[in-house]
Nanobody, 119 residues
């Protein structure tokens, strides 16, 4: 099992910045892709950004140029640096990780961290 714990959420004014962190613990051997998703009130969960074990990144069009995903494999931690935040970006942000072990694929989710952007 892998446990993902997010931190760094909070309330920020429009145009501001926040940095989210997600630390993985437990059976972290075999973790490859990690990422961030968000779910706004009344909406479905959506992809924000992903990063592979080789540090290839992918971003939703809505955050390109404003958000940066990175990871520290030694610390089993993934980060999301968010800048130029918009009020419509208010959402619960979830950390996601994929692990491959013994020929099987596993997916894990964190409990979420709230990001609120005031206008």
């Amino acid at each position: 099992q892998v446990q993902l714990v997010e931190s760094g959420g909070g309330l920020v004014q429009a145009g501001g910045s926040l940095r989210l962190s997600c630390a993985a613990s437990g059976s972290t051997f075999g973790i490859n892709g990690m990422g961030w998703y968000r779910q706004a009130p009344g909406k479905e969960r959506e992809l924000v950004a992903t990063i592979s074990s080789g540090c290839s990144t992918n971003y939703a069009d809505s955050v390109k140029g404003r958000f940066t995903i990175s990871r520290d494999n030694a610390k089993n931690t993934v980060y999301l640096q968010m800048s130029s935040l918009k009020p419509e970006g208010t959402a619960v942000f979830y950390c996601n990780a994929h692990r491959r072990a013994c020929g099987r694929d596993y997916e894990y989710w964190g409990q979420g961290t709230q990001v609120a952007v005031s206008s």
